[in-house]
């Protein structure tokens, strides 16, 4: 592990570390064979238990398939795998209101066998073998990968911190779960260059996973290398919603987004702005997770065992639409346009005679709840911004005294919220979900330390939203010796509800891939004609895979 150019250029920024696993080439040999790196972002496998929101299972067939053909196509030597973060989401889940324990509540003693079982939900579904009918998981084809490719392509596979699996840095039982049963990495036998890295970035200290094999390594923040040109991390450390405010206490350092990237502080405070539980938990976790947990448990309530399996009843027919429309709930973006798809729901309802009373008045019930239970949280307060804090302190009593005058006027009134908020977003404003030039320019790619060790592409994912942006620098002095920067975000492979025509829903969804070569110069005697033996075959692009849900919805 280097934390110096070995063609004397300069030095990596203090703090940051490179992994260099056994086995592999080194970025800066210029003998290396043929490299391929592939980047997934934002795959969010959950438990199932308030619905799936990952890409379905025959998706990831031909997504295996493609890095096959494309290792075999370059005559691959050495294939990277990124996932950068959030891949086994343990926020989106029944267990938390299930058992009545939340993500910020880690000193509860019931806290740990919640995430083990959640991991345990994860594991059944995404990477056990298949039942008969299903199509595999994302994990059993990645398990099944190096013996699909062979012995002639050697494949590290590696896992980012996402702010929806920081859970698992919480329980090393959990994290060894992940590590084993979904990449298929025994946790003795990670390597010694991998353990070193780890703990030099989070730490400070290479030996933090050494001393003990079976202390269970976190997942690392990010991950570069030269040969690709590729920097890559969550994104995570730029939205306030989704990162911990750590105030300064003592000798410790403190930081808020606005500080920007900053791996020295960060080290000093062992990464807790982004292993600590963040207001965006109390929403995911707490009110929209908990909301599809109780109103589906109470809505089948109403049908009973015996009812099951009984002649079909507009009742039943009704109910099982809407336990459809729950698991499908948290797709919907911005978030708040869910809450107001449901208000409508039960409006819906209310024309539809007496015999739907019962359905329409737990929805409305468990979605007002949901909401007051969330604005009684002293942690939903006590995350939130300072801008957020002034809105949550005046909505409180508002919705306090909207509750008095009856659940019509309240859901009325939460409606137009909601819709108000869903135009400024998407309507009357249009706000560009791009970041600005200016703010591109504080990525850790662009800045100059980075750009003259090499980095050239900043790949991040978190925001859900697939984007490329190109960017120029007046450095170096003279034009012919300056290069080309690219931004590049992964998206999601999480379906999400997208509004049709006529007013109408949809589940749809964008998965992407960044593919990076870097190859061996091509000999053949026409082309060293025409080619410097001495420059590689470089070249990267992205593989948009646009997928339709069969998940009809006749709202």
């Known amino acids: 592990m280097s934390n110096a150019n070995l063609n004397n250029q300069k030095p990596l920024p203090k703090d940051f570390y490179l992994l260099n696993q056994p086995g592999f080439a080194d970025p800066d040999d210029p003998d290396r064979p043929n490299r391929l790196c592939i980047c997934f972002s934002d795959v969010h496998f959950t438990d199932g238990t308030v619905g799936n929101q990952s890409a379905d299972s025959v998706v990831w067939e031909n997504v295996f398939n493609r890095i096959q053909d494309l290792c075999t196509l370059h005559n691959i030597q050495e294939l990277t795998l990124l996932l950068v973060g959030d891949v086994a989401d343990m926020i989106r889940t029944a267990e938390w209101s299930e058992n009545g324990v939340y993500p910020w509540e880690r000193d509860d003693s019931r806290f740990n066998g919640i995430l083990q079982k959640i991991m345990q939900g994860i594991i059944d579904k995404h990477s056990g073998e298949p039942k008969p009918c299903d199509k595999p998981g994302f994990f059993y084809w990645l398990k099944k990968l190096p013996q699909a490719l062979g012995a002639r392509v050697k494949i590290q596979t590696l896992v980012l911190l996402g702010n929806h699996d920081k859970e698992m840095f919480a329980d090393d039982a959990t994290l060894k779960m992940f590590y084993e049963q979904c990449l298929g990495q025994p946790v003795p036998e990670l390597t010694e260059a991998y353990r070193r890295w780890v703990g030099k970035m989070y730490f400070g200290d290479e030996n933090h996973y050494l001393d003990d094999t079976q202390h269970v390594p976190w997942l690392p923040f990010y991950w570069a290398d030269r040969g690709f040109r590729l920097f890559v991390t969550h994104g ?197 979900d791009a970041p600005s030039y200016k703010d591109m320019k504080k990525f850790p790619t662009f800045l100059e330390a980075y750009r003259d060790y090499g980095f050239r592409i900043h790949g991040e994912g978190h925001t859900h939203i697939p984007l490329q942006e190109e960017l120029y620098f007046k450095q170096p002095d003279k034009p012919e010796d300056r290069k080309s920067y690219t931004y590049i975000n992964f998206g999601t492979w999480r379906d999400q509800i997208v509004i049709a025509q006529k007013g109408k829903y949809r589940r749809r969804g964008v998965g992407r891939a960044l593919c990076v070569l870097d190859l061996v110069s091509d000999t053949s005697v026409e082309c060293i004609k025409e080619k410097d033996l001495n420059k590689r075959g470089y070249a990267y692009w992205i593989e948009d895979i646009l997928t339709w849900g069969d998940h009809f919805d006749r709202f």
């Open 236 to 432: 995570q450390w730029r939205d306030q919603d989704n990162s911990r405010v750590i105030k300064a206490q003592g000798p410790l350092p403190g930081w808020q987004v606005s500080d920007g990237w900053n791996l020295d502080t960060w080290r000093q405070l062992k990464y807790a702005p982004f292993t600590a539980a963040c207001f965006g938990d109390t929403v995911a976790a707490g009110v929209l997770s908990g909301f599809i947990y109780t109103t589906k448990k109470k809505l089948n309530a109403l049908i009973g065992p015996t009812q099951s399996n009984q002649q079909t009843t507009p009742v039943k027919v009704e109910i099982e639409r809407l336990c459809k429309t729950l698991d499908e709930l948290d797709l919907y973006r911005p978030t708040y346009a869910a809450v107001g798809r449901i208000i409508k729901d039960t409006w819906r309802l209310r024309k539809k005679g007496k015999e739907f009373a019962g359905i329409r008045k737990i929805i409305e019930d468990e979605l007002l709840n949901s909401i007051h239970t969330w604005l009684g949280w002293d942690f939903t307060l006590e995350s939130a911004t300072p801008t957020l804090k002034i809105g949550l302190r005046i909505a409180k009593p508002i919705v306090s005294v909207m509750s008095l005058l009856g659940s019509t006027i309240e859901l009325g009134f939460l409606y137009l919220m909601m819709w108000g908020m869903t135009q400024l977003k998407q309507g009357i404003f249009n706000f560009s």
